[in-house]
């Protein structure tokens, strides 16, 4: 299949078996799932060394203070307590550094705040405590005395930005403003970052518009959720090297943050990475491990850190919250002539998040473009990733005015989306819309809609990105194929990579094994995150595998006594093209190979960094809404996305699944809370609400086959695009069932009854 042929693959429920004798396209089970469903899987919590003691935190109970005093000196003469850390502990072990270590010296000691220093956020890390047990650790922290000058936080990115707000960061300085906009003000305050982009003249674009819109929308903060929290195991040998047991989706990516952290070599850190219980983006180290080294290295004992769940929604990295407004013109055509967004990202006492602004474009073919956006610092903790970063929030403000539009200028909103979306080579954005509104029936919706019911249809996008990657593929005497690499698995992509290697040197996919090293032994890795993965560590595996099969079919050449053109490899097997009876299995030549003058068949693949094409993902939503009490029920889901080449079905249909249902949730119902004094208000899976299978209805699944060129079998990343539509969809169909633009989530029972009421609707 070329470039530019596409499959459509419509999934209910589970696809099977083999294409013919390839392992590419085959829906087969995880590598590991007999593991983790029997328990077998280790995770970070299950590992006890000898001399284990556990660390816990003092944390700052209120959101914006100046510390006034520190005393730690009841907490150390615990019994059973082996180490404390503070700021000032830190500062007494750092007196006797070398002035050229003062640079050193000073990242650690930000770790905590010092006395005179501030906290910025409730929940803050003020001291660490490790002892023989947990239990031990944190009556410890409970006897650390802290005096605090509270401080006025600020909690809305609106009032942050603001003249006379307080200062989050006291060096930050003000920032120029815009003359016009809903941020509009001379000068803006706290600002951690911005991105300013313009396309074209959109002042020009407005004025060929026939209709302008313009509409503000604010989606708060979200929490990844994932099962297992942060955890860390560290140990520190009497040389001063390092090893650390983590959850994390880049071991790689921990190394390096406590080498540059702590100012110790590379070479004397290993990080071995654990079975981890999901993260989404928010597990690339920081959070925990730095803290546990710090404290194996004063306690001299291997010390093991895991967060409470209240702890995750108090210190880890959410998604971060915007409040965005956009503006779009249109002609009576159905053209869109100029779009222009103004946005501030509370990305907390951290930044990130603003650029994700340019995805308010869309899909389509807009001519004038313009964005103004900021991170605005608030007292809250510092942001992270969360599946395709920004994308949800942006997709949110621009899809659902696209909605906003239809409606009133009485347009078909998957026409319209038809009309205006961009083409391209390797792109399938209408393919993907057209196939999700076939599953749906979206034609004959109207036919289908009884009261109170109404549809939404939305559509996101993502580029998967790249990163260095390397494997190594060997043949065993045995005929059986082993890879090797340094890869974090989240997804089951150690199982891709299995169907990659059998694909290429012709053998089963169960006669394939998959091991991931630690630092200390496997080639270098990205981290997983981006939807990299099975793009990056797909080529590499496959250039591997490639490699090996050169040494198979030569050594079957000569064993043969003909030319490695006139050899094909597959079901095991080397054979003469055409003469069946002429062959010699890959198991032979694993045997010849250890008595060749070439030793072991042991193939070499690296990847750095090659393009990708933009995948999306589009989705429909029909809902309903009790009327007496505001309450959203989803009826009907249906999703679609361009996976590239499909490489397991099952696994493709997992993270379509997977992605729509969070995307659901968060305008539907999660959202983190804050006190006017910035305290967390819902610490907890008890008042954070997540979805149950109660919640969502059986999700219809299309799969779209674009394949892009530098895809290994032309695969593209598929994990961030099924999150980024849903908000906007099902804010959408809302709208369709009540005829009231909500434009603030989540849609909860009682600000859709109450925006129902407020615009005079039953």
Known sequence: MTATETKTTTTNGRTDGANGVHQIGRSVPRIDALDKVTGRAQYTADLHLPGTCYGAFLRSPHAHARVVSIDTSEAERMPGVVAVISAASIAR???IVVEEEMHAARRVLSLFPNVGGKVTYHGQKIAAVAAATKELAEEACERIKVEYEVLPPVIDVREA?????PLVHDETKPVDGLDHGPFAAPTLFNIAGQNH???GDVDAGFREADRIFEDTYVIPRAHQTYIEPQSTVADVARDGSVTVWTSTQGHFAVRSNLANSLRIPLSKINVIGMTIGGGFGAKFGGIVDTYC????????RPVKIIYTREEEFLDAKPAPGAVITVKTGVKEDGTITARQAWALWDTGVGSGGCYATNRVKGVYKIEHFKVDAYDVHTNKPAPGAYRAPGAPQATFAGETQLNRICAAMGWDPVEFRLKNMREGDQIAFKETLQAVADRAGWAKRQSKTGPNEGWGVAVGEWTNGAGPASAVVSVHEDGKV??????MDLTGTDTAMAQIAAEVLGVRYEDVTVSRGDTNSAPFGTASGGSVVTFSFGNAVKRAAEDAKKRLLELAADHLEVAVEDLELANGRVSVKGN????????QLGQMALRSKGGPIVGHGSFASEPSATTTAAQIVKVSFDPDTGQVRLRKLYGSLDVGKALNPMACEGQMEGGL?????WGLMEQMRYAEDGRNWNPGLLDYRVPTTLDFPDIESVMVEMPTKNGPFGVKGIGEPPIAPGVACLVSAVADATGVWINEVPLTPERVLHAIKANGKK
């Open 580 to 587: 069946d009876e002429s062959l010699v299995t890959v198991a």
């Open 93 to 95: 072990d750092l007196a």
């Open 661 to 665: 249902v969070q995307g659901f949730a």
């Open 197 to 199: 982009r313009n396309e």
């Open 161 to 165: 930005v603001k003249e006379g707000a």
């Open 482 to 487: 082993h890879v090797f690499y340094g890869l």
């Open 293 to 300: 080294v710090l404290l194996a290295q004063k306690a001299r």
